[in-house]
């Protein structure tokens, strides 16, 4: 690996990581699913480990229309552990609404929690590029405003 190799991988990994969450945000479950391998595990708390593609996809596809998120990503550290796989650990600061509230000046009303979590993403190269074979989301705090 030469000298600047790392740095090209830990851009193309955060890059993964705000794909992603923009992805979920947008409520793009086929665009979510296409950042993951083929075989991907993407774990979510308080819900059942997700395994493949097409089971990320229905399960994001399958979400309220209502539901408005937006993942604020920050800290996203990328440690290269070989020429084709890195991990990374990400801190998520999520809110929530809901698009059937009426939005006023300030656009639509959050939901009193509010929550700090972590990405915890192994990454891997292949013939698509870089992509996250593995996702455990966990929740660390939570404050109601």
């Not at 998520?92 to 990405?119: C, R």
Request: hydrophobic share 45%; aromatic share 6%; glycine share 8%.
């Amino acid at each position: 690996m030469d000298g600047t190799q790392p740095f090209a991988v830990a851009a193309a990994c955060r890059d993964l990581v705000l794909r992603a969450a923009a992805a979920a945000d947008a409520g793009d479950a086929s665009g979510l699913a296409a950042l993951f391998t083929a075989k991907a595990v993407l774990e979510r708390p308080n819900s059942p480990a997700l395994q493949g593609r097409e089971m990320i996809r229905l399960a994001y596809a399958g979400r309220s229309p209502h539901r408005l998120t937006r993942h604020l990503v920050m800290n996203t550290l990328v440690e290269t552990t070989g020429p084709t796989d890195a991990r990374a650990t990400s801190l998520v600061l999520l809110w929530s609404g809901n698009t059937a509230d009426a939005p006023g000046p300030h656009g639509h009303p959050a939901d009193p929690m509010q929550i700090i979590g972590e990405f915890h993403d192994a990454f891997v190269l292949t013939g698509e590029g870089w992509r996250i074979a593995h996702r455990k989301a966990l929740f660390v705090l939570h404050s109601k405003v």
